[in-house]
């Protein structure tokens, strides 16, 4: 993988499905954005053709197919809309990035270093987050949506959590700085506490 060598600060946010990552990085955002600092958060799948023909057909298509999928949605984001945000020197935070492919893919019965050999040509998040919970308080915000993906289906969280803690171990002996919060409750705490933690780093660059 590649460094950012971009004068902005790349974020990515992942974890389990059902840990309330997106919730989270709502209240980054209006956290940061209070402080009148550019902030440009996206996501994958991305809105694009492909990344809406990969939710369409994620429910039929696994393995490695899906994999590839994924990573050339990932490339394509980067080219569209991750770099050239970049460069403008914002903060840019994506929820869901390379760790999501290494806990849903390996789920999903794709090997690790095949995953990590398709995105070998990705930019390196500046901070990676691994947003956890326990899996009692994950099954709980799952039940409470009306319909479920089959990686949120069958109590897959203990597995998403392992591999996640794998995917982790991957990242950092590629030099990507991991930042692991517990987010059973207290949002706010957590939202503040990364908020702060990103602006200062950001201000570092």
């Not at 994958?44 to 197919?65: A, C, Q, V």
Request: hydrophobic share 35%; proline share 2%; net charge neutral.
């Amino acid at each position: 993988m590649k460094k950012n060598t971009t004068k902005g600060f790349f974020v990515a946010i992942d974890g389990p499905n059902g840990v309330g990552k997106t919730t989270l990085l709502e209240e980054i955002e209006k956290i940061i954005k209070s402080k009148n600092i550019q902030l440009y958060k996206t996501k994958e799948p991305t809105n694009s053709i492909l990344g809406n023909f990969i939710r369409e057909i994620s429910e039929e298509i696994n393995g490695d197919t899906l994999a590839c999928l994924v990573s050339a949605d990932r490339y394509e984001h980067l080219k569209n809309e991750i770099i050239p945000e970049l460069e403008k020197g914002k903060i840019v935070i994506t929820d869901r990035y390379v760790l999501s492919s290494l806990i849903l893919q390996v789920i999903d019965g794709v090997k690790e270093n095949f995953i990590l050999n398709l995105n070998s040509q990705i930019i390196k998040p500046d901070l990676q987050l691994a947003i956890f919970a326990d899996e009692k308080v994950i099954q709980e915000r799952l039940d409470q949506r009306e319909t479920l993906t089959r990686f949120e289906k069958n109590n897959q969280s203990k597995k998403e959590i392992n591999n996640m803690k794998k995917g982790i171990e991957k990242l950092r002996k590629l030099n990507i700085e991991v930042l692991c919060i517990n987010n059973n409750n207290d949002l706010e705490y957590n939202a503040n506490k990364i908020a702060d933690y990103i602006i200062e780093n950001w201000r570092k660059k």
